[in-house]
């Protein structure tokens, strides 16, 4: 049963463009969501997040969008650089459980 | 400051043998995380510890894995009679304090991948 889901394994943007990352999720109660994003052979490191108050959290470049009633959010990249070349994960809790439950991820891939 | 450190970074075993992994969290920091990642799929939370509470182990597979945390500090997953489904990259995280995620980030170390032949 995959509570978060990212749909796209992969996702290929030219240098400067917009990079839009999806993510569904299914179980109802969970109220905060957080992106990680991870590069090869290191652990995945924080990006952003977002309460389920909000519809919209935005820092520098990188802004996380929610929309509760279709249980979905996307993270928004703008410009996109090489170095944002890596594999996000979206990531979803419940107020009181302590565990993320994460998707598949998604390998971006930012071309000059 | 020193982040999250596990080691070995990569253990491979034979089939039907034991495994110990290892896990140095932030100094500080009281919840820890074990999680692992299974070729092409997300991360999949294993168990929780936090404080001195019993912790949290769910998200344990099977009664093959189990994980201890002495003195609140190094954390232990064990493997026993490891199988070839067991091979993942297996992730610790540590957080300042458990008791809301939100407001606690995950700091992650970079992984143990293992490999069961």
């Known amino acids: 049963d995959q509570q978060v889901k990212q749909n796209s394994p992969s996702l290929s943007v030219q240098e400067g463009r917009i990079s839009i990352l999806n993510c569904d999720y299914t179980?109802?109660?969970?109220?905060?969501f957080l992106w990680y994003k991870k590069y090869p052979a290191e652990g995945p490191t924080f990006l952003i997040s977002?309460?389920?108050?909000?519809d919209k959290n935005e820092d520098g470049r990188f802004t996380v969008f929610l929309n509760k009633s279709a249980k979905h959010l996307s993270l928004h990249i703008v410009p996109s650089q090489p170095g944002d070349s890596a594999v996000y994960f979206c990531?979803?809790?419940?107020?009181?459980?302590?565990?993320?439950?994460f998707g598949q991820g998604t390998r971006l891939t930012i071309n000059p | 400051g020193a982040g999250v450190s596990q080691s070995p970074s990569n253990k491979v075993t034979e089939k039907g043998k034991d495994v110990e992994l290892r896990c140095d969290p932030i100094s500080g920091h009281t919840a820890l995380y074990w999680y692992r990642q299974s070729l092409g799929q997300g991360l999949e939370f294993l168990i929780y510890f936090q404080g001195n509470s019993a912790p949290d182990k769910s998200g344990l597979p099977s009664d093959r894995f189990s994980a201890e945390r002495t003195g609140g500090s190094v954390s232990t997953l064990t493997i026993q009679r490891t199988q070839q489904e067991d091979s993942a990259v297996y992730l610790c995280?540590?957080?300042?304090?458990?008791?809301?995620?939100?407001?606690?980030?995950?700091?992650f170390g970079p992984g143990t991948r293992l490999t069961v032949l």
């Open positions: 995280a540590s957080s300042p304090t458990g008791s809301w995620i939100g407001y606690n980030e995950q700091f």
């Open positions: 990531a979803a809790s419940s107020k009181g459980a302590q565990k993320l439950v």
């Open positions: 977002i309460s389920s108050i909000k």
């Open positions: 179980n109802s109660m969970f109220d905060y």
